[in-house]
Each structure stands twice: as C-alpha cells, then as structure tokens.
Nanobody, 125 residues
C-alpha cells in the first residue's frame, strides 16, 4: 500500500492562503488519480479536488471552485492544494488520497485506497 505524507496545514485568518502538499516515496502516481478530501468537525468527509496524474483532468467541489487549485509536480512525485481566500467554513482536517476511480466516480471516497494522515486547517474570522 502506498504511504502518503501530507504537510502544510495550519491556523490562518479569513482571506489568507495555505498550500498543502502530499507525496509518496517509492510509488509513481502514473495512471492514478490523486485528490484532496476534508472533514469538518461533526461532518462527514467530503470531496474537495482531484487531478488525474497522467491526463491532467481536474475537478473541484463547487464550494472551493475559484479559490482552490490542485496541481502536481511529477519530478517530485508530489501534488498540492493551493487554498486562497480561505473562509471559516474551510476549517477541517484535510486528507490526500490516491486511487483509480473511473472519472465519472472521481469524488467517491471508497474508490481511493491510500490516504494521508490528515492535516488540520483552521480558519478564524
């Protein structure tokens, strides 16, 4: 199983930015999708963004479109979530994940089989 390592969470003010990173050692993401999910206190974990490593297809949850950007750096086997204009409702534990979902099922958590440990993002007003 692939081990994903996340970094980049923290506590910020509304309107600030953060960048999350997720990397895997000894594993190539070629042919996989890599994505970000989040779980806010008292809520279920939800889809945030996904990118298909080889084809570059990208999708976002409506709640983050225009504010968050998912990207990848092939040479470093690392992908990122740039989060701008953060709002208190973005407060959550963010998880990176990888799997091979059909593109039409890209937001289904059950189709991602390796997960990062989670990183806390706290946005205060």
């Amino acid at each position: 199983q692939v081990q994903l390592v996340e970094s980049g969470g923290g506590s910020v003010q509304a309107g600030d930015s953060l960048r999350l990173s997720c990397s895997a050692s000894g594993h190539s993401f070629g042919g996989y999708a890599v994505g970000w999910f989040r779980q806010a206190p008292g809520k279920e974990r939800e889809f945030v963004a996904v990118i298909r490593w080889s084809g570059g297809n990208i999708d976002y949850a409506d709640s983050v479109k225009g504010r968050f950007t998912i990207s990848k750096e092939t040479a470093k086997n690392t992908f990122y979530l740039q989060m701008n204009s953060l709002q208190p409702e973005d407060t959550a534990v963010y998880y990176c994940a990888t799997g091979r979902p059909a593109w039409g099922s890209r937001s289904l958590q059950s189709l991602y089989y390796s997960w990062g440990q989670g990183t806390q993002v706290t946005v205060s007003s």
